[in-house]
């Protein structure tokens, strides 16, 4: 018979034969020192067990609280006697890593729909809004789809903000026969084309086009390009490569930068070593900002092209002074107040912008313009279809031409499911801290 | 590559190293007072930068700093005090769950104070786009601020636990909380100082890094983890050992992005934190029992 | 005697799964379903981490890894396109020996890929041995190692998922096939495979509980739980703390790892998104909200957390509520909600029979 003695004072552990196990460990205790023997072990076991199959009954217990609660809260409905209104869904990234999306998205939804309403609606018919934020995340935007589609039936979705989200539920959408006008930028979106499925962004390529358009008709001709590690710039990396030597661009170096880079001066360095005569940078916030300032600081001193994700004020102010002289193609919205009156987006642009700003109190950007425009190319379609019918509707859509939205003017067709094309963009460059058409 | 190059290469991981080095500096205060692994240090830097970014629209730069500072030490002690005192005795496994805890709080009342965008303090002296020379190779004067902070902060702590009584009263708690208690140092006071202290430079390393690095509410936690890893690889508790395995670090980050692919960087220093903990779990530059780190 | 009271709150939780889905069924409220279905595979993944937790008492920072590893390799395997390569002789071997699957997908190109039960095993293959791998030098040290070594590894995983072209990088892998199981049972999110679906994930929670009760009520169970109470006190009566905490730790990970691949067939996809270093910390939360080593509590809140969350319920404040149950719990409920004092005096009262 065997005791074990904790730790005395002397951290060792001391173990005695015994013969009289009660004896000793009342002898012990007295003194201070606790016992554990080998049958207080297996009381300990049982005690547990014990425990463990009064826990399965508070389980059960609980658990049909549970049921009860589902039954109850899923049997309470309201009915109401107005007219069933058109219900569309939308997810947006309102709060975690793509919130600079999914933000201005909501915020842009619901003032679109609030305005409709209030305008009477469409074909007579208010709008319902119902937006779900997936947090960025592809396997909320799952379930936040089957619910949007499964539950609420909707007619449409809005959104989701970026494209790992909108490719995990493509196949949800066409399969359950909702329409989904994605915000996400992504060429797979609409490559292979599915029929329910459409996009508003602009395309990747028609932004690199633009960017080696213009560096032709500046004389250069090697460049050094910097992405970052999300699907954007990763996006971006691939058209830039594919479509460098057809417009004459050498790409001396390339390098991808995780997105959460906080020092890019190294990378820059790379650049810098061999002598290029611009940077491209595809990325979108923070790095954007911070390319800027750190090409300035370590004496790079050419000029910069960013992507189409460089759509707002703050990116601008965040550079400071290094982010006069950026070149990029964007949506015409940032610049909207400049551009001639019979310009056909001014209205749409100023309208938007206004709007906008004094609801929300802060800078538009490009990102809500691509809510603004799913939205927009929907009610158009029910207006043309005259029906709440899904399949009236998506039909529709494809044959809608001449579309004014933000982003640029939407066309159409069975094959095309973006419907923008190069005059969607405009070259913009940065002046004394704020927006201004690019000129030669 | 030539030597300007080098230069710069150089320059830019000890940059980067020596914000490592102080978040690595700020868990091992804590370490060695209590035993506990506080995920929330990142945070600190975090808070302590965007309040001195919203005070500094209202009082000077200096000022807002100093404030910030003082704020974030608060919340230091306040996260001591509410939470890590009450459970003193609890498990090793309890204690790293409640501090993820306290820093997933910390970030989401971040979000919900400050929002999600990007913001930076102006930079300290000069622009965005001022630049100086060092050797042939181009910085930021900010660059300069970092490193000067971050020397002062390191010479200071030296000095504060060897020369002053509270210093090595934190230092007595450190090597055997019940001696120190004997000899009537007040222990949970020196723990919430612990934590106060390691706000403290938490907050400053922040201010001083925000407008190199920019400020987002979401950065403590990589920073945390960077930090975690320069402190297991100096040797958790060893704060000097802490500087030099920062400054090793952030130079092996420079070198590997200078060779090969960028992308590949911030794998090099998780997979250095794996191969020390297999092979040398008591760091490079300590030498300790492996029976210390061991339970059994 | 004691072995089949201990198998009653199984049969228990059987009834209930059914009665669940009758009720649901019979309400119109079926979608609910499918929330219920993606909350039933990840609480495979804390149930192997409540054993890790609970009775090892070691702790994971990175069990979202073991679940990636399961996920992405089972998606990778069953969307790598060898159609063009269908007449090589290893390809030809390959759908021989009835390894590979051939279909169209829905824009009807023609795929040749692994079958899912080849990924299956292959997933279970290369988990158990990573996690082997990890912990065998990594066990021995303090708590905080393993906590920093599980950190790392979680983060590595993540690095390569973002980075590597086979595993779709920042976009995941998405057009995942459906999962066919025997006799016309498939593993798939199409709504009218919803009922079956919830079917066959609430039979694998309950085979995996089973199993965990059948663990954690053996020798190697009291085993673990003396490692917990007291780790010398089990040193001195013979275990080999190391070995059962290794294996415990490979287990957990295994566990992972089938609700990875499961959940990415019903899924369709996969994304970094379900192996950040958040999703770890959610796992770790719901089983300190469970009661650490509960393993009922655990499959309970597993289901509750991950069901209102995957609804939107939480909205913008989803991760400050896992954080702030976190906190709660570590400081007022330690040994988690079911075992309050307050909530065991509620059911001492409802509960009339007592065991002896």
């Not at chain 1, 009381?43 to 658990?63: A, C, H, P, S, W």
């Not at chain 1, 679109?112 to 007579?124: R, T, W």
């Not at chain 1, 396997?139 to 089957?146: T, V, W």
């Not at chain 3, 020996?97 to 692994?114: K, P, R």
Request: hydrophobic letters at 50%; one cysteine or more; glycine letters at 10%.
């Amino acid at each position: 018979m065997y005791a074990f003695v904790e730790k005395n004072v002397e951290n060792t552990i001391v173990i005695f034969k015994l013969d009289d196990v009660t004896q000793a460990v009342n002898t012990l205790n007295k003194k201070g020192i606790s016992v554990l023997t080998e049958s207080m072990v297996q009381n300990l076991d049982l005690y547990n067990v014990r425990k463990e199959i009064t826990m399965g009954k508070q389980f059960t217990r609980i658990l049909c609280v549970l049921v009860a609660g589902f039954v109850l809260s899923s049997s309470g409905c309201k009915k109401s006697d107005e007219a069933p209104p058109l219900k569309v869904g939308a997810i947006f990234a309102v709060t975690g890593g793509a919130s600079f999306l999914g933000a201005p998205e909501a915020k842009t939804a619901e003032m679109f729909v609030d305005k409709i309403n209030s305008a009477g609606g469409i074909n007579g018919l208010k709008v319902q809004l119902i937006v779900k934020d997936s947090g960025g995340k592809p396997e909320n935007a799952i379930s936040l789809a089957k619910q949007l589609i499964d539950e609420e039936k909707v007619l449409a979705i809005i959104g989701p903000s970026t494209s790992g989200e909108t490719m995990a539920i493509k196949n949800i959408c066409q399969e359950g026969k909702t329409i989904l006008l994605s915000c996400a930028a992504a060429e797979d979106i609409v490559n292979p084309v599915a029929s329910y499925v459409f996009k508003t962004p602009q395309k990747d390529s028609d932004a690199v086009r633009w960017i080696f358009k213009t560096m032709k008709d500046k004389g250069i001709s090697k460049v050094g390009v910097i992405t970052s590690n999300d699907g954007f710039g990763i996006a971006g990396n691939a058209q830039l490569a594919k479509l460098a030597p057809d417009n004459g661009i050498t790409i001396a170096i390339s390098e991808a930068y995780d997105k959460q880079e906080t020092d890019l001066t190294g990378v820059l360095t790379k650049l810098k070593g061999q002598d290029v005569q611009a940077v491209i940078n595809w990325s979108i916030v923070p790095a954007q900002s911070l390319v800027a300032k750190n090409m300035k600081q370590i004496g790079l001193n050419v000029p910069l092209f960013q992507s189409h994700g460089f759509g707002n004020i703050k990116y601008v102010q965040a550079g400071g002074e290094a982010a006069n002289g950026t070149i990029f193609p964007c949506g015409r919205l940032l610049v909207a107040e400049v551009l001639p009156n019979d310009h056909p987006q001014k209205t749409v642009l100023v309208g938007y912008k206004k709007d906008y700003e004094a609801r929300y109190k802060e800078d538009t950007s490009t990102f809500g313009g691509h809510a603004y425009d799913a939205l927009l190319i929907l009610t158009e379609a029910i207006k043309k279809a005259r029906s709440g019918d899904r399949d009236k509707i998506r039909d529709a859509i494809e044959n809608l031409k001449g579309i004014v939205g933000t982003a640029g003017v939407f066309n159409f067709s069975s094959v095309d499911h973006n419907g923008l094309a190069l005059d969607a963009f405009e070259m913009l460059t940065v002046k004394d801290g704020k927006f201004a058409i690019y000129e030669k | 590559m030539n030597f300007p190059q080098i230069v710069q290469y150089c320059l830019s991981g000890i940059t980067v190293g020596s914000i490592y080095a102080i978040v690595a500096v700020g868990f091992n205060i804590i370490y060695n007072t209590t035993g506990i692994i506080n995920f929330a240090q990142g945070e600190f830097l975090i808070v302590g930068a965007m309040t001195a970014i919203s005070l500094c629209r209202i009082v000077p730069l200096p000022v807002a700093i100093v404030l910030a500072v003082l704020v974030t030490t608060a919340l230091g002690g306040l996260v001591e005090i509410v939470f890590i005192r009450r459970v003193s005795n609890a498990s090793v496994l309890r204690l790293i769950v409640i501090t993820i805890g306290i820093s997933i709080i910390i970030r989401e009342a971040m979000l919900h104070i400050w929002d999600e965008k990007v913001r930076s303090l102006p930079y300290f002296t000069g622009t965005a786009v001022s630049s100086v020379t060092v050797l042939g190779a181009y910085i930021s004067p900010q660059v300069l601020w970092v490193l000067g902070v971050s020397s002062i902060i390191v010479t200071g702590l030296t000095l504060f636990f060897r020369f002053t009584l509270t210093g090595r009263a934190m230092r007595a708690c450190a090597d055997d909380r019940m001696a120190a208690r004997l000899c009537g140092i007040n222990d949970r006071w020196m723990v919430t100082l612990s934590f106060m202290l390691s706000a403290a430079i938490g907050a400053l390393a922040g201010c001083v890094i925000s407008p190199v690095t920019q400020t987002q509410y979401d950065m403590g936690a990589p920073l945390a983890i960077k930090g975690f890893t320069v402190a297991i690889l100096g040797g958790l508790g060893n704060s000097m050992a802490s500087v030099a395995a920062g400054l090793f670090l952030g130079l092996m980050e420079a070198f590997m992005m200078s060779q090969f692919e960028v992308a590949y960087k911030e794998a090099i220093s998780i997979v250095i934190l794996l191969l020390i903990l297999m092979f040398r779990p008591s760091g490079i530059f300590t030498r300790r029992e492996v029976s210390d780190l061991r339970t059994l | 005697m004691m072995k089949l009271k201990i198998y009653r709150p199984v049969i228990a939780c059987v009834v209930l799964v059914v009665l669940l889905q009758v009720v649901l069924s019979v309400t119109g409220a079926i979608y609910y379903m499918t929330q219920v279905t993606m909350a039933a595979y990840y609480a495979l993944v804390v149930i192997g981490l409540c054993l890790l937790m609970g009775y090892a008492g070691q702790i994971s920072l990175g069990h979202a890894g073991f679940f990636a590893i399961g996920g992405y390799t089972s998606g990778a395997l069953t969307t790598c396109n060898l159609f063009a390569y269908r007449d090589t002789s290893l390809v030809s071997w390959f759908r021989s020996a009835g390894l590979v699957l051939e279909w169209q997908d829905i824009y009807g190109a023609d795929i040749v890929s692994f079958s899912p039960w080849v990924a299956l095993v292959v997933a279970l293959i290369l988990t158990g041995l990573i996690a082997f791998l990890i912990g065998l030098p990594v066990i021995r040290l303090k708590g905080q190692y393993l906590a920093m070594a599980t950190l790392g590894f979680g983060l590595i995983i993540y690095r390569v998922v973002l980075g590597v072209h086979v595993f779709g990088q920042a976009d995941g892998i998405s057009n995942v096939p459906p999962f066919r199981l025997m006799g016309g049972l498939e593993v798939n999110g199409r709504p009218h495979f919803r009922v079956q679906n919830y079917y066959i994930a609430w039979a694998v929670v309950i085979v995996a509980m089973v199993l965990a009760i059948n663990l954690v009520n053996s020798r190697v169970g009291r085993a673990l739980r003396s490692i917990h109470q007291s780790e010398e006190a089990a040193h001195s009566l013979g275990i080999n703390t190391y070995r059962y905490k290794l294996a415990t730790f490979v287990l957990s990970a295994l566990f992972a790892a089938v609700g990875g691949v499961l959940l990415t067939h019903y899924n369709g996809s996969i994304g970094p998104s379900e192996v950040t270093v958040i999703k770890s910390i959610r796992y770790v939360t719901i089983v300190a909200v469970g009661g650490m080593a509960n393993l009922w509590g655990v499959l309970l809140m597993g289901i509750i957390l991950n069901f209102l969350s995957l609804r939107g319920v939480f909205g913008t404040y989803d991760d400050a509520v896992f954080g702030a149950i976190l906190i709660a719990m570590m400081l007022f409920a330690p040994d988690g909600l079911l075992r309050m004092p307050q909530l065991r005096m509620l059911s001492s009262i409802v509960s009339r029979r007592s065991h002896g």
